[in-house]
């Protein structure tokens, strides 16, 4: 069974204070790991996608990176504007199957950042 | 304009109620899928759409059906509305299964209530 695991489960930074967001995963056979923000009352929107270890993409202030059990997203000099729910999906690769295709989300990390 | 929308935004309704919650595309994708969105829970599939004519159950489908009218709609039924429905439901789509882009892109959501 695919699984998803985001830690911290909340995260409360100062404006400027750089940190990083893990997302640890099981997969058979990754065909991409996505990262999304959410914000209060709105659907979740796309950020990156990932496909092998080693890969990183890069987003004005964010940078997530992929090896093969886990990705980082770093936020480097946060704004209080970068306050949001991130999320983290990963895409099985097996083909056939119930869940091929589908993503599984991990439960998500409320990040704040104060002024 | 939105590329997915939901309607309603919010509805508050009453236990045993029939309600219908729409979703409809202009990115053109074959894939649609419903979400719901618990606090703590995260998101998880209901109902998936391969193409219109192909409708397939997710992790969490007791209680709920779905019609794909046409590429661009899928709708979500509560047959039978009880209150351990009231959650957020969100609509997703994306390309075909064979495109090298997965992402799934979100409709800003409906907050349903049952009372």
């Known amino acids: 069974e695919d699984q998803v695991t985001q830690s911290p489960e909340a995260l409360r930074l100062q404006e400027g204070e750089s940190s990083s967001l893990n997302c640890s995963y099981t997969?058979?056979?990754?065909?991409?790991l996505f990262w999304y923000r959410q914000d209060p009352g709105k659907g979740p929107e796309f950020l990156f996608t990932l496909y092998s270890a080693g890969e990183e993409k890069e987003k004005e202030r964010l940078k997530a990176t992929l090896t093969k059990k886990e990705s980082f997203l770093h936020i480097t000099a946060p704004k209080p504007e970068d306050s949001a729910t991130y999320l983290c999906a990963v895409r099985p690769g097996r083909a056939g199957g119930t869940s091929y295709g589908k993503l599984t989300f991990g439960q998500g990390t409320i990040l704040t950042v104060h002024p | 304009d939105a590329d997915v929308t939901q309607t309603p935004r919010n509805r508050i309704t009453k236990t045993g109620k029939r309600i219908m919650l729409e979703c409809s595309q202009t990115k053109g994708h074959d894939r649609m899928y419903w979400y719901r969105q618990d606090p703590g829970l995260g998101l998880r599939l209901i109902y998936y759409?391969?193409?219109?004519?192909?409708?397939n159950k997710g992790e969490i489908s007791d209680g709920y059906s779905v019609s794909r009218q046409a590429q661009a709609k899928f709708s979500l039924s509560l047959e039978s509305a009880i209150p351990n429905q009231t959650a957020l439901y969100f609509c997703?789509?994306?390309?075909?299964?064979?495109?090298?882009?997965?992402?799934?892109?979100f409709g800003p959501g409906t907050r349903l209530t049952v009372l």
């Open positions: 759409s391969f193409d219109v004519k192909d409708i």
């Open positions: 997969v058979s056979g990754l065909r991409g």
């Open positions: 997703a789509t994306s390309e075909s299964i064979m495109s090298s882009y997965n992402e799934q892109f």
